[in-house]
């Protein structure tokens, strides 16, 4: 759980940057997506460090799926008999209760977000178009659904990250001090709020026309 | 004051098991929780009913045998205070009280309020010994201990081992209390020879009684009587890797 989500958290601190490209507008957008699939060019073929990162980032996704839904079932198992009062949550942190529904929802939107971005099945200018073309045309006022979905599992990774990145630190035996735990809680509340507001960026200045 | 209870009744451990309600009147805001108890079971004696079965001894606060889950919340909301020293001024007159037992598939109830609770005792003897000679009492500071590890060490050894960490996590995890027991050895000098060994062996028996995982959801240190610290947790799963990664 914390290894492969902290590979995860880098992939997404990765993707956050490269999306600012879009407010350097078409042509140094465009570039970067050309120079990921080119990087290595020519000692290497064109694609070998996506393919990597992209199977890195495969294994990642379904050994932390896995993780959490063995930690799911071992959970039911270990309570058969449920409370009867409501359980009244003594912890301070909502974004702890939100892993396990959030995690389905970002599930669903990767997918989403994989057809619409990446193969344009869903999106309107389909999978010819340029990279900025389709994260354009994906994101105007008609199809604000579409941004809409993309905020709320923007702030479902926000919360998701808000428990996980300093969770992993503890799974690993890191916070041997209470400073220490502190410290990380709040790096990771500055940390996920930083990469919510920098994913978020490009969809809503898109939806209200700044970045055309 | 007067009551209404909502109390879990099992007869024994294949009983299905059901909640029922009681009215307790004439509550003095002075007695203790278990006090409360008491006065309903000795209305139910002399009605001829079965009395409430609850787990009680020293009624301190130090023993570790009390514990239920008071309105949804182990040893009840009141913070650092096991059942026994929750005092009924925390309540008020009125008031509807949902009484249950710790709810663990590793903490079978065996009656009413009362679960059995030998999986922790397992646990601990997974542990083993510790390398220290056992004959006359050695010479006082020959074995010198930094004073903060003193004092985290003795905030670990302060668990009860009540079993409110398992009851509060959303887990149904027992990873607190293991941590406290393997916290509280693992950062004295006499710890050390068996500390991995220890850290490996204790939670493997954790995992074998059937509890949860933990996902570091907090809840257990909310509750906890004694306040063991979250770090204990991190402190177990460092010694844990430790020793698997050997």
């Given at each position: 759980?914390?290894?492969?989500g902290?590979?995860?958290?880098?992939?997404?601190i990765?993707?956050?940057?490269?999306?600012?490209?879009?407010?350097?507008?078409?042509?140094?957008?465009?570039?970067?997506?050309?120079?990921?699939?080119?990087?290595?060019?020519?000692?290497l073929?064109?694609?070998?460090?996506?393919?990597?990162?992209?199977?890195?980032?495969?294994?990642?996704?379904?050994?932390?799926?896995?993780?959490?839904?063995?930690?799911?079932?071992?959970?039911a198992?270990?309570?058969?008999?449920?409370?009867?009062?409501?359980?009244?949550?003594?912890?301070?942190?909502?974004?702890?209760?939100?892993?396990?529904?959030?995690?389905?929802?970002?599930?669903?939107?990767v997918?989403?977000?994989?057809?619409?971005?990446?193969?344009?099945?869903?999106?309107?200018?389909?999978?010819?178009?340029?990279?900025?073309?389709?994260?354009?045309?994906?994101f105007?006022?008609?199809?604000?659904?579409?941004?809409?979905?993309?905020?709320?599992?923007?702030?479902?990774?926000?919360?998701?990250?808000?428990?996980g990145?300093?969770?992993?630190?503890?799974?690993?035996?890191?916070?041997?001090?209470?400073?220490?735990?502190?410290?990380?809680?709040?790096?990771a509340?500055?940390?996920s709020?930083?990469?919510?507001?920098?994913f978020?960026?490009?969809?809503?200045?898109?939806?209200?026309?700044?970045?055309? | 004051?007067?009551?209404?209870?909502?109390?879990?009744?099992?007869?024994?451990?294949?009983?299905?098991?059901?909640?029922?309600?009681?009215?307790?009147?004439?509550?003095?805001?002075?007695m203790?929780?278990?006090?409360?108890?008491?006065?309903?079971?000795?209305?139910?004696?002399?009605?001829?009913?079965?009395?409430?079965?609850?787990?009680?001894?020293?009624r301190?606060?130090?023993?570790?045998?009390?514990?239920?889950?008071?309105?949804g919340?182990?040893?009840?909301?009141?913070?650092?205070?096991?059942?026994?020293?929750?005092?009924?001024?925390?309540?008020?007159?009125?008031?509807v009280?949902?009484?249950?037992?710790?709810?663990?598939?590793?903490?079978?109830?065996?009656?009413?309020?009362?679960?059995?609770?030998?999986?922790?005792?397992?646990?601990?003897?997974?542990g083993?010994?510790?390398?220290?000679?056992?004959?006359?009492?050695?010479?006082?500071?020959?074995?010198?201990?930094?004073?903060?590890?003193?004092?985290?060490?003795?905030?670990?050894?302060?668990?009860?081992?009540?079993?409110?960490?398992?009851?509060?996590?959303?887990?149904?995890?027992?990873?607190?209390?293991?941590?406290?027991?393997?916290?509280?050895?693992?950062?004295?000098?006499?710890?050390?020879?068996?500390?991995?060994?220890?850290?490996?062996?204790?939670?493997?028996?954790?995992?074998?009684?059937?509890?949860?995982?933990?996902?570091?959801?907090?809840?257990?240190?909310?509750?906890?009587?004694?306040?063991?610290?979250?770090?204990?947790?991190?402190?177990?799963?460092a010694?844990?890797?430790?020793?698997?990664?050997?």
């Amino acid at each position: 759980m914390a290894v492969t989500g902290a590979i995860l958290v880098l992939f997404l601190i990765g993707h956050m940057l490269g999306n600012l490209k879009v407010f350097a507008g078409a042509d140094s957008f465009n570039h970067y997506a050309e120079w990921l699939r080119t990087v290595g060019s020519p000692a290497l073929p064109n694609r070998t460090a996506l393919t990597i990162a992209e199977i890195v980032l495969g294994i990642s996704v379904l050994l932390h799926m896995w993780a959490a839904v063995s930690l799911a079932r071992r959970a039911a198992k270990a309570r058969p008999v449920k409370y009867a009062a409501k359980r009244k949550s003594q912890a301070s942190g909502y974004a702890t209760h939100t892993m396990r529904y959030g995690g389905v929802i970002i599930a669903l939107f990767v997918i989403w977000h994989l057809l619409d971005m990446t193969f344009g099945a869903v999106n309107p200018k389909g999978g010819d178009a340029t990279p900025y073309d389709r994260m354009i045309a994906g994101f105007q006022p008609d199809r604000w659904w579409v941004a809409l979905f993309y905020l709320v599992a923007m702030a479902m990774v926000g919360l998701h990250l808000r428990h996980g990145m300093w969770s992993a630190f503890q799974t690993l035996g890191l916070t041997r001090r209470p400073n220490v735990r502190r410290g990380l809680q709040t790096g990771a509340a500055v940390v996920s709020a930083a990469l919510v507001l920098g994913f978020v960026a490009a969809p809503f200045c898109i939806l209200i026309g700044v970045v055309k | 004051m007067n009551l209404t209870l909502k109390i879990w009744r099992q007869n024994g451990s294949s009983d299905k098991g059901r909640m029922v309600t009681y009215r307790v009147e004439d509550v003095s805001p002075d007695m203790s929780f278990l006090e409360m108890l008491d006065v309903l079971n000795e209305r139910l004696i002399l009605e001829g009913e079965d009395p409430v079965a609850f787990d009680h001894d020293c009624r301190e606060g130090i023993c570790g045998m009390c514990g239920m889950v008071i309105n949804g919340v182990a040893h009840g909301e009141q913070k650092l205070t096991t059942t026994c020293q929750l005092h009924m001024r925390h309540f008020k007159d009125g008031d509807v009280i949902t009484i249950e037992p710790w709810r663990s598939a590793a903490f079978p109830v065996i009656k009413d309020l009362v679960v059995d609770r030998s999986a922790f005792d397992r646990i601990i003897q997974a542990g083993g010994f510790i390398s220290v000679p056992a004959g006359s009492a050695p010479d006082a500071h020959s074995i010198p201990v930094p004073k903060e590890d003193a004092d985290a060490a003795f905030d670990a050894a302060t668990c009860i081992g009540c079993g409110a960490c398992v009851a509060a996590c959303p887990n149904g995890s027992a990873s607190l209390f293991t941590a406290a027991k393997i916290m509280h050895l693992g950062l004295l000098p006499q710890g050390q020879p068996e500390r991995e060994s220890r850290a490996k062996a204790m939670v493997e028996q954790m995992d074998a009684e059937g509890f949860g995982g933990c996902t570091n959801t907090g809840e257990c240190t909310a509750v906890c009587p004694k306040g063991i610290p979250f770090e204990a947790i991190a402190r177990m799963n460092a010694d844990y890797l430790k020793a698997v990664s050997k």
